[in-house]
């Protein structure tokens, strides 16, 4: 995994951190989110911001910008009805209102990609306010 991985409908490349961060998220569970964005001079998606393991839902909504996109992965943890401990990863496409068009745009055609290689994902959300992505809509889900 030397090369970043090309993603094949924009030529955006995800880099190395963007895979170990995840894998260290999924495997590890060092990380309870990871927030990605994409470097448009420089056409890679990076990790923009990493949530520690003691971190919650509600600090990484507060962490997503109100007038940029970004992707993020939340690690969901939670007992079911038969009292076992699961775990779920959720895939968040963040493209608020403000966000610019160029930039939405751009985000809607390499999310695809980026899901190819954040293998283990369960569920997908599209928010463009916080109140499509609340913490109901995951528990909901995660059901």
């Given at each position: ?16 951190e ?13 990380h ?35 007038d ?34 160029r ?25 463009t ?15």
């Amino acid at each position: 995994m030397a090369m970043a991985f090309k993603m094949a409908t924009t030529g955006m490349r995800v880099t190395d951190e963007c895979t170990s961060s995840y894998m260290e998220m999924k495997w590890k569970k060092i990380h309870r989110y990871i927030i990605f964005k994409i470097e448009e001079k420089s056409r890679k998606v990076t990790v923009d911001k990493v949530g520690g393991a003691g971190e919650s839902y509600h600090d990484l909504a507060a962490s997503l910008p109100m007038d940029d996109c970004r992707y993020a992965v939340f690690d969901f943890d939670f007992v079911t009805v038969d009292n076992c401990r699961k775990s779920k990863i959720f895939f968040i496409a963040w493209s608020p209102e403000a966000s610019r068009i160029r930039a939405k745009i751009l985000y809607a055609t390499s999310k695809d990609g980026l899901r190819r290689v954040l293998e283990g994902i369960h569920y997908e959300l599209q928010a463009t306010d916080p109140t499509e992505m609340g913490f109901d809509i995951i528990q909901d889900r995660a059901k």
